[in-house]
């Protein structure tokens, strides 16, 4: 019989990767702690309908890579191919907006796509993501952007931050307006383009195809049409970057296509590939019948900023070797060692301290301690530095 394998796209994370992973949403985690974030736990699986109406029918996400089934019951339930839909439909469900006029969460968690898989991209893969209700100054955009910022600094990834503003509902259709007159006096777009120019005329904006990339260098910008709230709260955010020192590019064509998006947008990106995605979104709240409440957010792929980790800074191990006559005084040792916060592991195999100390060598261990019956009665252990290959005797009470 063959061995069961995990489906493709679905993929595990393992050892000195599962490090990475966790350095990574370490780094995040203890940035929301200072910055005062509140942790939210929420289901992987929703009514389909709450990322209709949130992530949007016309965008691919929704039309095209979501996980959706039906249970026993014929309810049409999706896997959750994003973060922010769970958070505001659990936030409007559980009225928090009224107890906490402002509200900063985060949430970490596997998260669904139907996509094809490649470096980078799987069919089941993690974000880390934080959002900021009930703030409409763009001190709010500031530092959901300083604290992403930090975080790369942190893991010492270079990156480049794009940011551009999209307006909001009152000097959006302007700027639409003049958007569809350019595509429709153009031709040659990919078949999806001709779709979204009718539906969604902001995703043509960010179409991946290269002979549409070309055609909309031409087309008008959103921040030539921003109206003056609109221009006066992107003004405030780009001088806050710069006093920051956060290096900036701003990038016109950087869009999200649903109306609930408002103002700023911004992209973290290394080596072409989005690693974290945030914006504001003004009328997201209200579009799923909650309270009006400004918001802005972001979310993170922890796959795809695992690719740029390298080293992770171990603890030291310490190998603990000892003879069977003082087998209960090791695990006595292992203890008392443990409590003073140093990594040991008992070394059990080996028929001698010859194959014992390979063992120890073999894990990688940068201290070996050995102890017998002769170190037990003179109140030590010998600790062995495995690099400079030196010895010596540390007092200890085995009492
Ligand atoms: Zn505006
Ligand atoms: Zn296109």
């Known amino acids: 019989m063959e061995i069961l394998k995990a489906i493709r796209g679905f993929d595990d994370i393992l050892l000195e990767e599962a490090k990475k992973f966790r350095v990574i949403t370490n780094t995040f985690r203890n940035l929301f702690e200072v910055y005062n974030f509140e942790e939210i736990i929420l289901p992987i699986v929703e009514y389909k309908e709450l990322f209709d109406r949130s992530v949007g029918e016309i965008t691919d996400i929704v039309q095209k890579e979501m996980f959706v089934f039906e249970d026993k019951s014929h309810r ?72 992403c910022f930090e975080a790369f600094n942190k893991l010492s990834i270079d990156i480049i931050l794009e940011i551009n503003s999209i307006g909001c509902p009152k000097c959006r259709p302007k700027y639409k307006e003049a958007l569809v007159n350019y595509l429709h006096s153009i031709g040659g777009l990919c078949e999806d383009c001709n779709v979204r120019k009718e539906k969604n005329p902001l995703r043509v904006l960010d179409c991946k195809v290269e002979t549409c ?127 003073d916060g140093l990594k040991v592991e008992i070394i059990t195999r080996g028929t001698n301290l010859k194959k014992k100390l390979e063992i120890a060598n073999k894990i990688g261990a940068s201290y070996t301690i050995i102890i017998g019956p002769e170190e037990i009665r003179k109140n030590v252990y010998i600790l062995k530095d495995m690099n400079k290959k030196e010895q010596k005797e540390i007092p200890f009470s085995f009492s």
Request: overall charge neutral; hydrophobic content about 40%.
């Open 76 to 147: 049409v339930l999706a896997l959750r191919p994003e973060g922010t839909a769970g958070v505001v439909r659990a936030i409007v469900e559980h009225g928090l907006l009224y107890k906490h006029p402002t509200l900063k969460l985060f949430y970490e968690g596997s998260m669904f796509r139907y996509e094809r898989p490649q470096t980078g991209r799987k069919r089941q893969f993690n974000q880390i993501g934080a959002e900021v209700f009930g703030v409409e100054d763009p001190i709010a955009d500031f530092e959901t952007i300083k604290l």
């Open 213 to 339: 990339k070309e055609l909309i260098k031409e087309a008008p910008v959103m921040l030539d049409y921003l109206c003056e709230e609109c221009d006066t709260h992107y003004k405030s955010l780009k001088t806050y970057l710069k006093e920051f020192n956060i290096p900036y590019i701003e990038n016109p064509r950087l869009v999200r296509g649903l109306d609930y998006y408002t103002k700023t947008v911004f992209e973290f990106i290394k080596d072409g590939l989005t690693v974290l995605a945030g914006g504001r979104y003004d009328y997201l709240v209200e579009s799923l019948r909650g309270p009006h409440t400004p918001a802005v957010g972001f979310a993170a792929g922890i796959e795809r900023i695992m690719l740029y980790i390298n080293e992770i800074p171990q603890k030291p191990l310490y190998a603990l070797v000892y003879l069977e006559e003082a087998k209960i005084y090791a695990l006595k040792l292992a203890n008392s060692l443990r409590q």
